[in-house]
């Protein structure tokens, strides 16, 4: 199986900066894509950014020009730096990363998120 660990959260004031950290580790033969999703209290869980492994990125509207999303492919390590950032940001953050075993099977693992929150 392979594991996904996210990293970083904590407590901004509105206007700051945060960069959260994503490991995936296992048996990994390859990896199509990584991202991430946030969920706010009391809402559903929404795409924040994706990243294939052919270097294409997706943005929700909310975020596009404030988070960077990246990725290290040797560490199979994504990063999302998040700038600017405002109360409407605070949610837990997941990572999920999808590609293929050593032994050809096929995963997509979520983390157990991180909090990250926005408030002066």
């Known amino acids: 199986q392979v594991q996904v660990v996210e990293s970083g959260g904590g407590l901004v004031q509105p206007g700051g900066s945060l960069r959260l950290s994503c490991a995936a580790s296992?048996?990994?033969?390859?990896?199509?894509?990584m991202g991430w999703y946030r969920q706010a209290p009391g809402k559903q869980r929404e795409l924040v950014a994706t990243l294939t492994s052919g270097g294409n990125t997706n943005y929700a509207d909310s975020v596009r020009d404030r988070f960077t999303i990246s990725r290290d492919n040797a560490k199979n390590t994504l990063y999302l730096q998040m700038n600017s950032l405002k109360p409407e940001d605070t949610a837990v953050y997941y990572c999920?990363?999808?590609?293929?075993?050593?032994?050809?099977?096929?995963?997509?693992?979520w983390g157990r998120g991180t909090q990250v929150t926005v408030s002066s």
């Open positions: 296992g048996y990994i033969l390859s990896m199509y894509a």
């Open positions: 999920t990363a999808g590609g293929f075993l050593a032994d050809g099977r096929r995963f997509d693992s």
